[in-house]
């Protein structure tokens, strides 16, 4: 595997743990504090590096159902930062959440570990 791709998928667990940590302060206190603000956004970043990597040490090829999958994720997981973000801007710190946020930041991250996944197993078979 190319040095580079290796590194982003180092990054990506970073991320794994990030998006970790936000979704369960999220779901455990309901509110977007300043926790939930830095792990999503962190997050965010992290898997966003991690992508770019991944794809150079690819030589350019977005790896079929693995990448599709990934992509779908990653989309669902910055509209989840977005809409925290979205809460925070409007309500302020510390605001609580609706029961559609808190459901939709589960059904995201469980997707996102799905593929998270995907990639783990594709990385022992290739």
Same mark, same amino acid.
């Given at each position: ?9 180092l ?18 206190? &309901? /509110?977007? *504090?300043?926790?939930? %603000? ?5 997050? $965010? #970043?992290?898997?966003?590096? !991690?992508?770019?990597?991944?794809y150079?040490?690819?030589?350019? &090829? /977005?790896? *079929?159902l693995?990448? %599709? ?5 990653? $989309? #669902?997981?910055a509209?989840? !930062?977005?809409?925290v ?7 302020? /710190? ?29 990385? /022992?078979?290739?």
């Amino acid at each position: 595997m190319n040095p580079i791709s290796v590194v982003g998928a180092l990054i990506m667990t970073l991320s794994f743990l990030a998006y970790g940590i936000g979704s369960v302060t999220l779901e455990r206190f &309901k /509110i977007v *504090g300043i926790v939930v %603000l830095i792990f999503f956004s962190t997050g $965010l #970043l992290f898997e966003t590096s !991690a992508i770019v990597m991944m794809y150079i040490g690819s030589d350019g &090829k /977005i790896g *079929g159902l693995h990448g %599709l999958v990934g992509i779908f994720a990653f $989309l #669902l997981m910055a509209v989840n !930062a977005a809409w925290v973000w979205s809460v925070y801007v409007r309500k302020g /710190i510390d605001a609580n959440v609706s029961t559609a946020l808190l459901h939709y930041t589960k059904t995201a991250y469980f997707i996102w570990v799905l593929a998270y996944l995907a990639g783990i197993v594709a990385l /022992i078979w290739i």
